[in-house]
T-cell receptor
Framework: AQSVTQPDIHITVSEGASLELRCNYS??????LFWYVQSPGQGLQLLLK??????LVQGIKGFEAEFKRSQSSFNLRKPSVHWSDAAEYFC????????????FGKGTRLHILP | DAMVIQNPRYQVTQFGKPVTLSCSQT?????MYWYQQKSSQAPKLLFH???????NEADTPDNFQSRRPNTSFCFLDIRSPGLGDAAMYLC??????????FGAGTRLSVL
């Protein structure tokens, strides 16, 4: 069965430090991959997506993610975090031969130290 | 400008009193979704529409119903809310097999 795993429930980094949030997926078909961010009490905002092509994708707010098929991973990175990046981050996967649904990971909450 | 609009942002209802949440979109997307999200959890898909075709998740309680009278609007009806239905309800829209755009959500409290 398809699944998305975000192994880190909470991550704390200092402002200005680099960030990597992990995401692994299990899927039989060619995946579509997404990272969404959610601030408290708000909806989800798309950070970036991978459908095909270049495996390193750039997103909004200085985020990037790299699709590694051999590792079934789609990790999110940012070279220098800002206090405003504190939020919940969700990795999600859909697939070409599925219907329109996507599956979310359980999320990683990012805390920023001043 | 908001493209997926949910009203109200906060809704308080009483145990067992029917409640309706609304979602509208200006994107003209075929697909509309309703998710339930409880605290510190991932969004859980309740159902979605592809145009007027309704797709219910197998584990969505019968207490939850939905209507989509036209492309722009979709409603979530909770017939008899229980305490366990208190959650954030998120609406999203997409083109087929494409990015989902989310509204800001409706926070439902059940007293």
């Amino acid at each position: 069965a398809q699944s998305v795993t975000q192994p880190d429930i909470h991550i704390t980094v200092s402002e200005g430090a680099s960030l990597e949030l992990r995401c692994n997926y299990s899927y039989g078909a060619t995946p579509y991959l997404f990272w969404y961010v959610q601030s408290p009490g708000q909806g989800l905002q798309l950070l970036l997506k991978y459908f095909s092509g270049d495996t390193l994708v750039q997103g909004i707010k200085g985020f990037e993610a790299e699709f590694k098929r051999s590792q079934s991973s789609f990790n999110l990175r940012k070279p220098s975090v800002h206090w405003s990046d504190a939020a919940e981050y969700f990795c999600a996967v859909g697939a070409e031969n599925r219907d329109d649904k996507i599956i979310f990971g359980k999320g990683t909450r990012l805390h920023i130290l001043p | 400008d908001a493209m997926v609009i949910q009203n109200p942002r906060y809704q308080v209802t009483q145990f067992g009193k029917p409640v309706t949440l609304s979602c509208s979109q200006t994107l003209n997307h075929n697909v509309m979704y309703w998710y339930q999200q409880k605290s510190s959890q991932a969004p859980k898909l309740l159902f979605h529409y592809y145009d007027k075709d309704f797709n219910n998740e197998a584990d969505t309680p019968d207490n939850f119903q939905s209507r989509r009278p036209n492309t722009s609007f979709c409603f979530l009806d909770i017939r008899s809310p229980g305490l366990g239905d208190a959650a954030m309800y998120l609406c999203a829209t997409s083109r087929p097999k494409d990015i989902q755009y989310f509204g800001a959500g409706t926070r439902l409290s059940v007293l």
